[in-house]
């Protein structure tokens, strides 16, 4: 299992090569999926990154500024492992299937370096923010609005080829994959649930929908 | 449309004949909802119910303390809720469906007080005290397990009388209109998703799994 997001693979402290910002970016990452955002103040990632306070505000304007290139690295993340898992699928179904693949991938991942189930970022930032900070949780909102879009693409194929029940909305069923997705992770990361029940759930709601 | 959950019916200024405890409670209620636990501190509280903080320690050892008070008067406004609706239903699929009409209702009570989509109070309260405040996150989660068993048990009688498509395993099928619930509430709370969407998402995940 390769890290998840690309940022957890540098250990910042052992990176004397990185630049300054970058050093910020990975050091904030690793703390706001361990933690929170807002959890998470200006000085730790400093004193993480090994930056001064003077240095930080020259890149960023505040931690929410920071908070929005990390939800970009996340992106990042997934869209890298969907390319990967797409190009290997055959047919729309298939290529649907990638999506729960991607988040089984992406845990595992993300729990080899938290050793904990961490549920999925930008879910867990878009909602932490929702109201304190709207802009921010807006921004890791629509990367899932794209994963959405891109997910109804591949339903849309599968309803003209004659996969999908009679009856079926492809863009709905791209809707409840992605609910299904976000409220079992949200399950998995409080009440521990494995992440293989999550990937299977995702599956049901699939295999649900296709023509019997 | 009744308050959703009971305290919220009560303006703490506005009732001095509540006692001291009661006005904390309800005053925290409000604030927790309408912005989140970690944003809300115990002065705001103690200005809010017209208390003094010697007696807010009287009552409760910590703001942590308030908030499972809390999760418990919206588990019983949700409880109270089902008992109505599933009270109405006629058979096990229409007792499963009370679920998405509770989700309806209390959304609209909410939307009432706080003049936008709140999402679920339990949801909401787990997912952003999962990593911080455990303890009180699992209160709230246990909550929605209780919800889960209870739907669960419609979804056994549902099958038990050949409703469900053949295979249908009806825990799993409570599993995933509860994943459902909790994932289209977050979109709604953070995209503005209007909530006739969340609850007709939740029976077509229903409508999928009956037999045909």
Redesign the interface.
């Known amino acids: 299992v390769a890290h998840f997001p690309a940022g957890l693979s540098l250990d910042p402290s052992l990176r004397v090569d990185l630049g300054t910002q970058e050093r910020i970016v990975y050091t904030a990452e690793r703390l706001f999926i361990?933690?929170?955002v807002?959890?998470v103040s200006v000085n730790e990632i400093c004193a993480g990154a090994g930056v001064l306070k003077g240095s930080f505000y020259h890149w960023f304007s505040a931690k929410e500024d920071v908070a929005r290139t990390v939800i970009d690295d996340v992106e990042a993340g997934y869209v890298g492992l969907l390319d990967s898992y797409e190009r290997a699928a055959r047919g729309p179904v298939n290529k649907i299937r990638a999506t729960a693949e991607v988040i089984g991938e992406s845990q595992a991942a993300l729990a080899k370096t938290f050793r904990r189930i961490i549920?999925c970022p930008l879910?867990?930032i878009?909602?932490?923010l929702?109201?304190?900070e709207p802009a921010v949780?807006?921004h890791a909102?629509a990367a899932m609005?794209r994963w959405h879009d891109r997910l109804a693409g591949h339903c849309r194929d599968a309803e003209e080829v004659g996969l999908l029940?009679p009856g079926t909305d492809p863009d709905?069923l791209a809707?409840?994959i992605?609910?299904?997705?976000?409220?079992?992770i949200?399950?998995s990361?409080?009440?521990k649930l494995p992440i293989p029940v999550v990937t299977a759930?995702m599956n049901?709601?699939l295999d649900?929908?296709l023509r019997?």
């Open positions: 361990a933690r929170s807002q959890h549920g879910g867990t878009s909602s932490e929702a109201v304190v949780a807006g909102s609005t029940a709905e809707g409840l992605m609910a299904t997705m976000r409220g079992m949200l399950l990361r409080i009440d759930s049901r709601v649900n929908a019997r």
